[in-house]
């Protein structure tokens, strides 16, 4: 009898291409925004339209319908596009979710993209339990120290309202802690070997990496297994585009409990979630914006089977903050997904108290396109200041970033943002040329 070769997860496979490509592709994504630089061989144009196609099957999915993938796969072309359909779900952040939905049957696909959902959920799943084996031990000490931990965003989702963890994939797990207690749960990440990725705290946030995090990167196809995570320690809902520009104190309210692998861990009721995840989703509308309206969906559906949805009580959790005009972009679009999720009254309430430019450049997004940050929209960036003071600090921090961070991260930042610059500049440059050549002919 001959020993059988162990088999092979997602944790064994290598890196999509070596570590120092991936880094300068990355670099060159950041200094241009255009899609080549990331993907070579796909431009924006490609990509975008495998974006709505994966749009158009959600929607239909979320209608209660069992979904085909409208998305051709034959022909000379085939392996691109097949490509590109991969980092479409990657993009769109629902390349576990579809890989789920593949495997209950609930959505047809086709060779060869089948094989390329079922990686993306067999990463997300392999991941989701790296994460939670690292993270739990930690919590749990904090809990039994007294310090009653809370989850936000994607970590309490994953388990509560995916139909499987692995498929909604997170970069890091957003921790709350009173803020009497910071100082006490930062030594307990010290003592079990998290290290902290910033010299400072900042707006009542600070990262911290696990013990012997290996920072390469793996993949700009899919979440890989193996990507770097981190544990972000908050005293409150301390997201950076909303702090900069609401004086009133972000405060999490936490009132619900979810256990993960006996480890009690405090959450937001269904209503606090929805006003929550509105709000952040709509200051980093780029960032995965299919994943998260499918996840408000799945919110807002399940609070209502419990009897739990309450529409005045998330109204009341964005008004206690200051926080309507943040929840709108999202909470329109959501309703564009899933007719009949947001009540138009709702909507009402909370577009009275947004701004035209807001309006404006809403309207301007639809669940998937514009699926990428390649062109340059000052109006997007001055998106949430409102008045001379609040637009002067926002165009401050567009020249001055990271502003008491280290001097290195701050240059980076700069040199990108230059570049970019240049890149748009080049652009506009080349499409007036041809124009005036077009004139000439």
């Not at 139909?163 to 709350?176: E, I, L």
Request: charged share 25%; net charge positive; aromatic share 6%.
């Amino acid at each position: 009898m001959t020993d059988r070769a162990p088999a092979l997860t997602p944790l064994d496979e290598p890196p999509d291409a070596p570590t120092a490509e991936l880094r300068r592709r990355e670099h060159a994504w950041h200094s241009t925004h255009r899609a080549e630089a990331l993907w070579p061989g796909l431009d924006a144009s490609i990509i975008q339209s495998a974006a709505d196609a994966i749009g158009v099957a959600v929607a239909a999915i979320l209608r209660g319908e069992r979904a085909s993938l409208r998305w051709d796969t034959a022909g000379a072309d085939a392996e691109r596009r097949t490509r590109a359909l991969g980092v479409a779900a990657l993009v769109t952040g629902v390349g576990p979710l579809l890989g789920t939905w593949v495997e209950h049957g609930t959505f047809a696909v086709d060779e060869p993209i089948a094989p390329v959902l079922a990686r993306h959920l067999a990463h997300g799943r392999a991941r989701v339990s790296r994460i939670r084996a690292g993270v739990l031990p930690v919590l749990a000490r904090m809990h039994a120290e007294g310090l009653a931990p809370g989850v936000i965003k994607g970590f309490h989702t994953a388990y509560e309202y995916y139909p499987d963890p692995g498929a909604r994939p997170t970069a890091d797990v957003d921790v709350v802690i009173a803020p009497p207690q910071v100082a006490r749960a930062m030594d307990i990440l010290r003592d079990a070997g998290f290290v902290s990725a910033s010299a400072h705290v900042s707006g009542g946030k600070s990262e911290w990496t696990p013990p012997a995090a290996d920072d390469r990167l793996w993949s700009h196809e899919l979440w890989h297994a193996r990507a770097p995570w981190k544990l972000d320690l908050h005293d409150g809902l301390n997201f950076a585009a909303i702090m900069q520009v609401v004086r009133t104190h972000q405060t999490a309210v936490l009132a619900d409990v979810l256990h993960i692998d006996g480890v009690p861990l405090r959450v937001c009721d269904p209503n606090e979630l929805i006003a929550v995840l509105a709000t952040h989703g709509s200051t980093e509308i780029y960032q995965h914006r299919l994943l998260r309206l499918v996840e408000l969906v799945l919110v807002v559906r399940r609070a209502r089977s419990l009897e739990r949805l309450d529409w005045d009580a998330v109204d009341a959790s964005l008004a206690s903050r200051g926080t309507r005009r943040f929840a709108y972009p999202l909470l329109v679009l959501t309703e564009r997904l899933a007719p009949g999720t947001v009540p138009a009254q709702v909507l009402a309430r909370v577009r009275a108290d947004t701004t035209r430019r807001i309006r404006d450049v809403t309207s301007r997004f639809t669940p998937t396109s514009p699926i990428l940050d390649e062109r340059f929209s000052l109006s997007e960036r001055l998106l949430w200041a409102s008045g001379p003071r609040a637009t002067t600090r926002r165009l401050w921090r567009m020249v001055s970033p990271l502003e008491g961070g280290p001097f290195g991260a701050r240059w980076v930042v700069l040199r990108h943002r230059a570049l970019r610059l240049l890149s748009i500049v080049a652009r506009t440059s080349r499409r007036g040329s041809a124009g005036r050549d077009d004139d000439a002919r």
